[in-house]
């Protein structure tokens, strides 16, 4: 199975602050990576798709970078609806996996 | 709209079974993939289960395989998850979600999810 490891596990910025967050995958996956966004109770919303594609009504202070094993996804300038937990996700090869998480707090 | 609406959750006993359904509208059912992704409490997301369009591909993840049946019936534009055998650690928010995005397998659409809670 293909492993993915998301940095850091979280992560404390300031509204209009730059965030990266990194995930490395265990074996190559080419463009075959996602990224997404869940808020408490609810379900995860697709921000990146193919890498760097962003989804469709998503703000463009979003984008998605890498190919092969490394990956980052760049938030330009935090705003407050942010603030929430970001996955990784490889569509590679089944079985498909996630990455653990990344929580973006307030600082 | 399109939308994904999961049921059939609940309260069961270790070894018992439930079914989850997942209804779907506002668009062409029958023409994706559908997926069951599942969330621990206070946990992150495990891919469960996969299914092609016409339910000729079936994928498990190794956790539920032998236990959980993955199926659908694009005449009523509805996903199932049979899940017999159950154990604490499949408690969970259970999701579907399908992929629409040409050439990408990602999940665009999510349902708000079914909680399953596994105890005696």
Do not use: H
């Amino acid at each position: 199975d293909i492993q993915m490891t998301q940095s850091p596990s979280s992560v404390s910025a300031s509204v209009g602050d730059r965030v990266t967050i990194t995930c490395r995958a265990s074996q190559g996956i080419s463009s075959w990576l996602a990224w997404y966004q869940q808020k408490p109770g609810k379900a995860p919303k697709l921000l990146i798709y193919a890498a760097s594609s962003l989804q469709s009504g998503v703000p463009s202070r979003f984008s998605g970078s890498g190919s092969g094993t490394d990956f980052t996804l760049t938030i330009s300038s935090l705003q407050p609806e942010d603030f929430a937990t970001y996955y990784c996700q490889q569509a590679n090869s089944f079985p498909q996996t996630f990455g653990q998480g990344t929580k973006v707090e307030i600082k | 709209e399109v939308q994904l609406v999961e049921s059939g959750g609940g309260l069961v006993k270790p070894g018992g079974s439930l079914r989850l359904s997942c209804a779907a509208s506002g668009f062409t059912f029958s023409s994706y993939s559908m997926n069951w992704v599942r969330q621990a409490p206070g946990k992150g997301l495990e891919w469960v289960s996969s299914i092609s369009s016409s339910s000729s591909y079936i994928y498990y993840a190794d956790s539920v395989k032998g236990r959980f049946t993955i199926s659908r019936d694009n005449a009523k534009n509805s996903l199932y998850l049979q899940m017999n055998s159950l154990r604490a650690e499949d408690t969970a928010v259970y999701y579907c979600a399908t992929a629409r995005v040409r050439g990408s397998r990602a999940f665009d659409i999510w349902g708000q999810g079914t909680m399953v809670t596994v105890s005696s």
